[in-house]
């Protein structure tokens, strides 16, 4: 569904220092630099996946994402999106793609969201029954009932979210590019959103890309993720073979009526340690027989096998540089 092949964006930005004198300088002297946000990326992702898009700030998410969907032009390199090449943008291509950026809203501000959905209806030129249909499943899906009449500035962020999406989705895109989707959402509405997406995904084989910082985000919704740093794909594939490889560790939570005193190099490195609970840090293999070990020499109240934190994971992968 969406091929890139050798994807490179440069900008050319002014470069000034500071002060007045280089301010008056500037006027006769303009000097460039040239910044590479993308450099060299190459991937597919075949229909109905949804792929994490992973990286550090300023790595080159959002400038990728903009190319997409045909919002920038490539400096050099190949896409095409459902057969299209974005930036050409034919029409029929922006009825198969959607765009979401959790920083900025699609919908307009003094009216009610009702009355965007109807002006996109216009563009998109979805025709009457359709539009009733999917206005009535999104409503359904995403719990839009009380917020269709509101005006848009009265809603909040969570609610605005919702009809976002709604709005991002009634000329059901094939495509989905989705930047940031749950920023600044409740614990609560952040789960809401995500379940959304994922049934959305199974029942309509959406392709969606994704980029998130919160990894909850990511473990919830992509078994694939691509990872890019200062402008290059560092990973792409599984994300378990990632948790695999760059923390092939579990933690084993261990709580106990009282703590033991004991020498726990026996058993693990300490990650933590609080009043009557230790959490250790376990080669994967040997997580098991630790833990039986523990179980029979103490009296253990509850004991928990966990993969590490996905941050963390992601974290090694952007030390690393090369995966
Ligand atoms: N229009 C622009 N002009 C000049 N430089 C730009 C422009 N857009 C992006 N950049 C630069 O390109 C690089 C990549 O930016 P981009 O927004 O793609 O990163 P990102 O991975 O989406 O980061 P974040 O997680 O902070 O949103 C950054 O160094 C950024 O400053």
Do not use: Q
């Given at each position: 569904m969406i091929r890139v092949s050798h994807l490179h964006k440069s900008f050319r930005v002014h470069r000034r220092d500071a002060g007045w004198l280089e301010a008056v300088r500037h006027l006769w002297r303009r000097d460039y630099r040239v910044i590479e946000a993308v450099k060299d990326v190459s991937?597919?992702?075949?229909?109905?996946?949804?792929?994490?898009f992973l990286g550090p700030n300023g790595a080159g998410k959002t400038t990728t994402m903009k190319m997409l969907a045909g919002l920038l032009h490539p400096t050099s390199g190949e896409i095409t999106v459902g057969g299209f090449v974005p930036f050409e943008q034919k029409p029929e291509f922006k009825k198969m793609m959607s765009l979401v950026m959790g920083q900025k809203s699609q919908l307009i501000w003094d009216i009610p969201p009702l009355e965007t959905f109807l002006v996109n209806k216009a563009i998109y030129d979805i025709d009457d029954r359709l539009f009733r249909q999917t206005l009535e499943e999104l409503t359904e899906l995403l719990d839009l009932a009380p917020l269709l009449d509101k005006p848009t500035r009265s809603l909040s962020l969570g609610q605005r979210m919702r009809c976002e999406l709604a709005a991002a989705l009634l000329h059901r895109p094939h495509v989905l590019f989705l930047d940031e989707p749950t920023i600044g959402l409740d614990v609560h509405t952040q789960e809401n959103v995500r379940r959304f997406i994922?049934?959305?995904?199974?029942?309509?084989?959406?392709?969606?890309?994704?980029?998130?910082?919160?990894?909850?985000?990511?473990?919830?919704?992509?078994?694939?993720?691509?990872?890019?740093?200062?402008?290059?794909?560092?990973?792409?594939?599984?994300?378990?073979?990632?948790?695999?490889?760059?923390?092939?560790?579990?933690?084993?939570?261990?709580?106990?009526?009282?703590?033991?005193?004991?020498?726990?190099?026996?058993?693990?490195?300490?990650?933590?340690?609080?009043?009557?609970?230790v959490v250790l840090r376990v080669a994967r293999e040997a997580a098991a027989e630790t833990a039986a070990r523990l179980l029979e020499r103490f009296d253990v109240r509850d004991i928990n096998i966990e993969d590490p934190p996905l941050e963390e994971v992601i974290a090694r992968a952007f030390w690393e540089e090369r995966v």
């Open positions: 991937f597919t992702i075949e229909k109905g996946e949804i792929v994490g994922v049934d959305y995904n199974r029942e309509h084989e959406t392709t969606i890309l994704l980029t998130s910082h919160y990894m909850g985000d990511v473990a919830a919704l992509c078994d694939r993720v691509m990872i890019i740093n200062y402008g290059r794909l560092i990973y792409d594939g599984d994300l378990s073979v990632l948790t695999e490889k760059l923390a092939p560790y579990k933690r084993l939570e261990v709580r106990f009526s009282r703590l033991p005193n004991v020498d726990w190099s026996e058993y693990g490195e300490v990650a933590e340690m609080e009043e009557g609970t």
